[in-house]
């Protein structure tokens, strides 16, 4: 099978592209890089040119509003482009409880991603991941200095991203979803306990401050953020994916 990967040169997509290939698929990666522009659709034809299925990665470089203008014209043009290609699969990355979390505009931005893609023309498949565990130390620098780092107890069940990517994979070479795949990791940790693992892990003597309005996660309450008894659970836990890291 041949496989677009959009975003295929980032942290997920370069892995994704990689598996496929070992796998003996043919997968090519489109990106700014490769000269693929999302927003103005320049150079999609020729990266879908003959693709059986295309798996978007692509990210909006900003968080804020502008990320909603960014998912509805790349999505736009990524179905419409698809569509002239024959492409018989789009595979979307999302983020679970991405639909519950409207306080965030970047959360309301993926949630607008899902609904084009689903009342698009192709068969569809959406992976809904939780946090990376790899994303751990931006959240942490968010709302740290010197002494402390603040976070809320929101609950978390994050997941190792050379997971997401099997993931991924194992849906973009099977039967579209028409639906919606949850996968997230094996534990489930409130967000200032995992700052105080985190911490620990790295030798790092700051103290977490639980402060149930600092940062991004103070907007999500109660488990919209975990997966839930449906989901796929990959097999690497948190603290053994640290001591790997700390060796």
């Known amino acids: 099978m041949k496989f677009t990967v959009i975003g295929g040169t980032g942290r997920i997509g370069s892995q994704v592209v990689a ?15 490769t000269g693929v522009d999302m927003l103005s659709g320049a ?3 020729g990266a879908l040119e003959g693709a059986d299925t295309v798996v978007n990665l692509a990210n909006s470089p900003t968080f804020d509003a502008a990320s909603l203008d960014f ?14 290609a024959g492409v018989g699969h789009q595979v979307v990355l999302s983020i679970v409880g991405v639909d ?36 751990m130390g931006d959240v942490l620098s968010w709302t740290a200095d010197d002494k402390a780092v603040r976070l809320p107890a929101t609950r978390l069940q994050p997941i190792a991203a050379a ?12 039967a ?18 995992l700052g105080r693992i985190t911490l620990e892990a790295e030798g790092d003597g700051r103290t977490v401050v639980t ?3 600092a940062g991004m996660f103070a907007a999500a309450g109660g488990d ?6 449906d989901a796929h659970l990959a097999p690497t836990h948190y603290r053994d994916w640290l001591r790997a890291q700390t060796r």
């Open 19 to 33: 598996k496929l290939r070992a796998a003996g698929h043919e997968a090519v990666p489109a990106a700014p890089s």
């Open 176 to 193: 579209p979803l028409r639906g919606i795949r949850n996968i997230a990791g094996p534990d489930v940790f409130a967000l200032d306990e």
């Open 163 to 174: 997971d997401v990517v099997d993931g991924v994979v194992e849906v973009a070479t099977g």
């Open 211 to 213: 402060d149930d309005s």
């Open 224 to 229: 919209v953020l975990i997966a839930g008894p």
């Open 100 to 135: 519950q979390v409207p306080a965030l505009d970047y959360y309301r931005a993926k949630t607008l991603q899902e609904e084009l893609l689903q009342q698009g023309p192709t068969p569809y498949s959406i992976v809904r991941a939780t946090q990376f565990f790899e994303f």
């Open 43 to 45: 150079g999609l034809a």
């Open 71 to 84: 998912f509805r014209t790349s999505m736009g043009n990524l179905l419409a482009a698809g569509e002239r």
